[in-house]
């Protein structure tokens, strides 16, 4: 888990099946001394895992990633540079699963576009 250690949150809005939230991210974190010590950058699977945490503490449900039908990092996200980003996290139930649509961005530059299925961990 990620949360409070290497990142911290509050949520904006959630209405409308639709989350948003601001993000701020540790620079200091040691992640960050492996990846990578030259140029610091957010690893990927972080990013994956920030939209899972948050996805699933705003529901109070713990949820895991079951499939992905799109993930892509269209951008570095370099915490020494921009460490504050926002979450947008769209969703619909169906067959007690979440369908999701989720981005990690800073105005008009996103870092991570995610459009997956969770479901509650058993």
Do not use: C, W
């Amino acid at each position: 888990m990620l949360l409070d250690n290497f990142y911290t949150y509050k949520i904006e809005t959630h209405s409308n099946n639709e989350i948003s939230a601001d993000i701020e991210i540790n620079k200091e974190h040691s992640i960050f001394d492996g990846h990578f010590p030259e140029q610091a950058i957010v690893p990927g699977v972080s990013q994956v895992l920030m939209i899972k945490e948050i996805f699933s503490e705003t529901l109070g449900v713990d949820l895991q990633l079951v499939s992905s039908k799109s993930i892509k990092f269209l951008a570095m996200l370099n915490p020494n540079e921009i460490n504050n980003i926002q979450a947008l996290i769209s969703y619909k139930t169906e067959d007690g699963n979440y369908k999701v649509n989720a981005k990690l961005f800073k105005q008009e530059q996103n870092y991570l576009k995610l459009r997956g299925v969770y479901s509650e961990r058993k």
